[in-house]
């Protein structure tokens, strides 16, 4: 059965970092293009970074220039530093494979507020 576990998350001031973890079992990412999503209150999952297996990143535009994805192989995890946060930064944020094959974890909230 593969699980995603999402961690890292928290509350950060605008301004501030941090930096997400996502810990995969029953599967190895080195064999797939991994995805960092997000979904806000009343928003719909949306794609925010992904990492394909040979270590080339993408970013939506609203991480662009602040977020970075990467990924340790031999770990079976996948990372997400987050820089510059703002409040719009906030959801939850999951990790899966890019296409979505497997079902969500938990997720881990970030919540960017004064």
């Known amino acids: 059965q593969v699980q995603f576990v999402e961690s890292g998350g928290g509350l950060v001031q605008p301004g501030g970092s941090l930096r997400l973890s996502c810990a995969a079992s029953?599967?190895?990412?080195?064999?797939?293009?991994m995805a960092w999503y997000r979904q806000a209150p009343g928003n719909r999952r949306e794609l925010v970074a992904g990492?394909?297996?040979?270590?080339?990143?993408s970013y939506a535009d609203s991480g662009k220039g602040r977020f970075t994805i990467s990924r340790d192989n031999a770990k079976n995890t996948v990372y997400l530093q987050m820089n510059n946060l703002k409040p719009e930064d906030t959801a939850i944020y999951y990790c899966?494979?890019?296409?979505?094959?497997?079902?969500w974890g938990q997720g881990t909230q970030v919540t960017v507020s004064s």
């Open positions: 899966n494979t890019n296409p979505r094959d497997w079902a």
């Open positions: 029953g599967t190895i990412i080195a064999k797939n293009t």
């Open positions: 990492i394909t297996n040979y270590g080339s990143p």
